[in-house]
């Protein structure tokens, strides 16, 4: 069942503390994305890889890593720098390249801050 | 910097109408541009996606069209049915070989709501 699993569903941090988003794709896809989503903000992008061991931060990267080893996998850590880490972060992959680069979601992650 | 705005921010209509959604983008040198659904908690399910080449795409009641030279597009549910009352989203991916290729730019969607 191909797609993209993020992982926890829900996760709750405390305040100094970092935290690690999972996220997983079965899908062969070259690129993977970062976004995160505010009420009434839309979304957002943190960070997007185009090929392995290669990323780039988008437009809210401070406050947060992310590393790319292998194809499938792209974690997100929300550093103790992110001040205002409570939102909802969506995952995303497309094949990078070429016609097409149709995107695809995740489930999403809610992370909030107790 | 691109921007991509949605009108109208929430949409509440009776079961069987037709009904257009609007998205508009500042910078027409794109890519391509991707419909998107969200359920309420949910993550993003692609409904279509057009080509910067391509004036429209279809799947079953949705119609997406792209006018590239004013910044435009728009989707058409057709005889609407309360299973599609949620957020629907618009994002545009830049010209392929800048240094932004790859940074889908997303509108802030549209609240649908479709009542029995």
């Known amino acids: 069942d191909g797609g993209i699993t993020q992982s926890p569903k829900y996760l709750f941090r405390k305040e100094g503390q970092n935290v690690t988003l999972s996220c997983e794709q079965n899908l062969n896809h070259d690129a993977m994305y970062w976004y995160r989503q505010d009420p009434g903000q839309g979304l957002r992008l943190i960070y997007y890889s185009q090929i392995v061991n290669d990323f780039q931060k988008g437009d809210i990267a401070e406050g947060y890593s992310v590393s790319r080893e292998k194809k499938e996998s792209f974690p997100l850590t929300v550093t103790s720098a992110q001040k205002n880490p409570t939102a909802f972060y969506l995952c995303?992959?497309?094949?990078?390249?070429?016609?097409?680069?149709?995107?695809?979601f995740g489930q999403g992650t809610r992370l909030t801050v107790v | 910097k691109q921007e991509v705005t949605q009108i109208p921010a929430a949409l509440s209509v009776p079961e069987g109408e037709n009904l257009v959604l609007n998205c508009s983008f500042t910078d027409s040198a794109i890519y391509n541009l991707q419909w998107f659904r969200q359920d309420p908690g949910k993550g993003l399910t692609s409904l279509l996606l057009i080509q910067s080449s391509q004036r429209e795409q279809t799947s079953g009641r949705l119609n997406a069209s792209l006018d590239k030279s004013s910044g435009r597009s728009t989707l058409y549910i057709a005889a609407s049915q309360p299973g599609d009352s949620a957020t629907y989203l618009c994002a545009v991916r830049p010209r392929a070989g800048g240094t932004s290729y790859g940074k889908l730019t997303f509108g802030q969607g549209t609240i649908l709501t479709v009542h029995p």
């Open positions: 995303a992959s497309s094949i990078g390249q070429g016609l097409g680069t149709e995107a695809f």
